[in-house]
């Protein structure tokens, strides 16, 4: 009986402190029902009363019968503990196990809820996604119909600027003179005049030519060596102005970017022109407009003639041959204008050029030495007889340049 006794105050106690970890209370407080999960409680009280075997019985301990009665229950005893005790481990293993599988199947499904929840969220991401893109096609529909309009409008614009140009030639019997000297008057007949862009009315004289040709001057091309200004004393900027295009060269890199600013349909190529392909060769700007120059001789003769000249910067630029200009943009057909003002090189460059597979209609090259003033009377005859060889006529001379024109072509009449 003691021993039962004591088994009972154990499970008490076991079960005293289950229940206050499980409400959270001490010995001296009570229990509140809305504090603690019912069924647990019920669970709980279930244990307690199954937690000890209630099947005592009182055995008399007087007589044979008392002994007889000790030794049956005590083999009893023995006989049930060695057949229970295998089925209660066995059960026990089981249960313990079953927690265990119970517990992971728990987690894998907890980690499965949470990745079902991750998955939800990056559909509403991807739904968020699918609406910017959405947003953007509907954007980039209304972009292309704006760039549709934009051109639409530049074609109208690109007419309106054809029409200007095709107006612009009734303006050649106005008078405009430049603030420069860069225009001048040239008689187209005995009432009207001409205007130009040139230092002595070349391009007006080569208008001349190429309407007395029946030459478009808006459909010809042009190379221009020696470039300079865009505008102000350009040989070739009237043409330009009425659709004719070409190629400008010139080391100076600040011309050249003026050339590609106002001259945007134009090639500009910022080189030296040389014989030798692939070099870096050394170029003298000067501070007097028109005179750099790649010869260290010239521009030093330059200063001699007028000592308020000077060199204001040497700079290194890559060189490139008249051969690989007129392969790259001259293959098919030579222009029918070039014009050379390479100071002190004129001459270098006219030999450079293979004449009898490239032969511009109108050769502009200048033909005197720089002075301080007005030159009269002089000519480089030495560039005269080389044109004559090569089957040019001088047709024209302002002073400065001479235009010389390809004779068999020369004498073509519409």
């Known amino acids: 009986m003691e021993d039962s006794k004591v088994s009972i105050s154990k499970d008490r106690l076991v079960s005293e402190v289950i229940l206050e970890k499980l409400t959270g209370k001490g010995d001296k407080q009570e229990l509140r029902s809305g504090e603690v999960n019912t069924a647990m409680l019920d669970s709980l009280d279930k244990m307690n009363k199954t937690s000890v075997n209630r099947s005592y019985r009182e055995i008399p301990a007087a007589g044979f019968k008392g002994k007889v009665s000790r030794l049956v229950k005590r083999l009893m005893r023995r006989l049930t503990f060695w057949y229970v005790e295998p089925c209660m481990m066995q059960q026990t293993e089981y249960n313990c196990a079953n927690n265990v599988f119970s517990a992971q199947v728990n987690s894998e499904i907890n980690t499965l809820r949470s990745g079902m929840k991750s998955i939800s969220a990056h559909d509403e991401a991807i739904g968020a996604i699918n609406g910017n893109i959405a947003a953007n096609f509907a954007e980039m529909s209304r972009t292309n119909l704006r760039v549709d309009s934009l051109e639409s409008r530049n074609a109208e614009l690109e007419n309106a600027v054809r029409k200007l140009r095709e107006k612009m030639s009734d303006f050649e019997k106005m008078t405009i003179i430049n603030s420069g000297g860069a225009g001048m008057l040239s008689y187209k007949d005995s009432s009207s005049v001409t205007l130009s862009f040139s230092q002595s009315g070349e391009d007006a004289i080569i ?154 209609l109108v050769i502009i090259c200048e033909m005197i030495e720089y002075k301080n003033g007005l030159t009269v009377g002089e000519k480089n005859q030495e560039i005269m007889d080389y044109m004559k060889s090569v089957g040019y006529e001088e047709f024209a001379f302002t002073g400065i340049n001479s235009i010389f024109i390809d004779k068999n072509r020369g004498e073509e009449r519409v």
């Open 207 to 360: 208008r001349y030519i190429f309407r007395t040709m029946g030459i478009d001057p808006s459909e010809i091309r042009y190379l221009d060596l020696g470039a300079n200004h865009a505008v102000h004393l350009s040989n070739t900027y009237s043409f330009y102005m009425n659709g004719a295009r070409g190629v400008l060269l010139d080391a100076n890199p600040v011309l050249a970017k003026e050339l590609e600013e106002k001259r945007e349909g134009d090639v500009v190529i910022n080189k030296c022109l040389s014989d030798k392909p692939g070099t870096k060769l050394e170029f003298y700007i000067m501070s007097g407009d028109g005179l750099s120059t790649m010869d260290y001789d010239a521009a030093q003769s330059f200063i001699r003639e007028n000592p308020s000249l000077s060199i204001e910067k040497t700079i290194t630029v890559d060189s490139i041959t008249i051969d690989e200009i007129i392969n790259e943009h001259f293959a098919d057909k030579a222009p029918e204008i070039m014009n050379i003002d390479i100071e002190g090189m004129e001459l270098t460059v006219l030999r450079m050029i293979d004449f009898a597979k490239f032969r511009p």
